[in-house]
């Protein structure tokens, strides 16, 4: 095996040389890797504070029986963090249709308020429309399910100039989730999720989120 030779004469095994030098490398990327980590927790635990500061709003905006509940399970796409809102107990649309009831309106209305006076903690709002739940052999009724999330959509930006068309995504998920707690027949699952997604905003989300009201 060929060997180095150092400045006093001994003998170098470059392979332990090289070695050495891995080592340092995994050390130094894996404590490079812990302070990203900490850095991303110590945010993580600084939007939570945010998180819960909407939720204690929400609860003492709405009467019990009219309040929207915040949902205990994670979508797939749900990100860290993220608040799923449904008005389950309530019914928001004429059936069949896409046209609000006044007392959905009403209520949605108030929710849009909500978040118009708190744009500084939400980053993104995802609305999700739902029709009954889809019967054996027959199609989902996408269509409905679409102009659903749109009407809340339209609805939370015509109502408030603080809350952005940008700041608002919109998906029909047809009859292919039943509200939990619901019968199949029961008309409550003709509904909207709204997710609302805090991960910190930047100096240009909050730019993006102001309107000019005049």
Not at 83 to 95: A, E, G, H, S, T
Not at 105 to 111: C, E, H, V
Request: proline share 4%.
């Amino acid at each position: 095996m060929r060997r180095l030779s150092s400045q006093d004469g001994v003998e170098v095994n470059p392979y332990i040389a090289l070695a050495d030098n891995g080592l340092s490398m995994v050390m130094v990327m894996t404590l490079f890797t812990v302070m990203v980590l900490l850095a991303i927790l110590q945010k993580e635990d600084t939007r939570k504070d945010v998180r819960e500061e909407f939720y204690d709003r929400v609860i003492q905006a709405f009467p019990e029986q009219q309040r929207p509940q915040m949902l205990d399970y994670k979508v797939k796409n749900d990100p860290p963090g993220a608040q799923r809102w449904v008005f389950k107990d309530q019914v928001l649309f004429i059936r069949g249709t896409a046209k609000l009831t006044p007392h959905g309106q009403q209520l949605l209305s108030k929710f849009a308020d909500l978040m118009a006076q708190n744009t500084d903690k939400w980053r993104r709002a995802r609305i999700e429309g739902h029709t009954m739940p889809t019967e054996l052999n027959k199609p989902d009724n996408w269509d409905l399910a679409n102009a659903r999330a749109s009407t809340v959509a339209k609805l939370f930006t015509d109502n408030s100039c603080a809350i952005r068309a940008n700041s608002i995504s919109t998906s029909g998920r047809g009859g292919q989730s039943k509200a939990l707690g619901l019968a199949r027949s029961d008309q409550r699952n003709e509904r909207v999720e709204i997710i609302l997604e805090y991960s910190a905003l930047s100096a240009s989300d909050k730019t993006d989120q102001k309107r000019d009201c005049n």
